[in-house]
């Protein structure tokens, strides 16, 4: 009787610039040349509702105000591809949303996209919208339609100490 071996083609991880998601993404290499899978970087920025001149008063501002950030995102990303491609993962592809980070990427991005793990750190930059409405791993968990895989130790297996950084600031 052959025992059937489970496989990740699409791994999705959630990146953006803390320590946690550093470590998420090194461990995701590794998964990603495992299952010679392409591996997929997302980054969001965070678009909520603002008060617009719009019908009902509310509705999103213009996307526009956050070039900037998007931009710096993109840069970021790329330098995490080049490591990624440096790593051996054959393929490779990045993005950066804009919208409710948590519903991006736990339903959205992988819905869109046929992912099957997501890896993320198991917490990240924003510490006020964890204490206020829970966090994007938790969510993520919750509502993803694939497996998902937090990541709380390093390549040792160790906790992971928040002053470590798997790659220097980019």
Known sequence: MEVSKMSYQKILVGIDGSKQSDMAFT?????AKT????????????????????????GFVS???????VETMQKKLAAYKKKAAAAGVKEIETAVEIGNAKVELAEHYPQKNGIDLIII?????????RLLVGST?????????????????NLENQKLDIKESTYPEM
């Open 121 to 129: 750190g198991a917490t990240g930059l924003n510490v006020v919208g």
């Open 35 to 58: 299952n010679d899978a392409k591996l997929y970087l997302l980054s969001i920025i965070n678009g909520e509702r603002y008060p617009t001149t719009g019908p009902g008063g509310y």
């Open 137 to 153: 791993a938790a969510y993520t968990i919750r509502e993803a339609p694939c497996d998902v895989t937090v990541v709380k130790t």
């Open 63 to 69: 996307h526009s105000i956050y070039d900037s950030a």
């Open 27 to 31: 461990k995701a290499i590794d998964v």
